[in-house]
């Protein structure tokens, strides 16, 4: 099994940038898609990306479109997620996830990942 842990969620003014990351440990890295979700007070769980071992990232929803960056760097067993520009409504706690790769299609739901790191918060002021 593979074991994640998010760090670099923090307070922010509207406008500025953070890069979370995502740590995998225990199982091979490189059999897993991850994905990030994000869930705001009072709101579902909302699916922000998800990358392949080979790069290949899924598009991001249009809200976020243009301001975010997923990446991953398999030798240091982390995927990352730049955030810039953001916006007050993007308070939110922000985890990342992993599922066993699937040929061809990466998922975008919630319960299709089996492993969930804790979450990082990420606080915008206005």
């Known amino acids: 099994q593979v074991q994640l842990v998010e760090s670099g969620g923090g307070l922010v003014q509207a406008g500025g940038s953070l890069r979370l990351s995502c740590a995998a440990s225990?199982?091979?890295?490189?059999?897993?898609?991850v994905a990030w979700f994000r869930q705001s007070p009072g709101k579902e769980r909302e699916f922000v990306s998800a990358i392949r071992w080979s790069g290949l990232s899924t598009d991001f929803p249009d809200s976020v479109k243009g301001r975010f960056t997923i990446s991953r760097d398999n030798t240091k067993s982390t995927v990352y997620l730049e955030m810039n520009g953001l916006k007050y409504e993007e308070k939110a706690v922000y985890y990342c996830?992993?599922?066993?790769?699937?040929?061809?299609?990466?998922?975008?739901?919630?319960?299709?990942?089996?492993?969930w790191g804790q979450g990082t918060q990420v606080t915008v002021s206005s």
């Open positions: 996830a992993a599922t066993p790769h699937r040929s061809g299609y990466t998922p975008q739901t919630e319960r299709a990942y089996d492993h």
């Open positions: 225990g199982d091979s890295f490189s059999n897993y898609i």
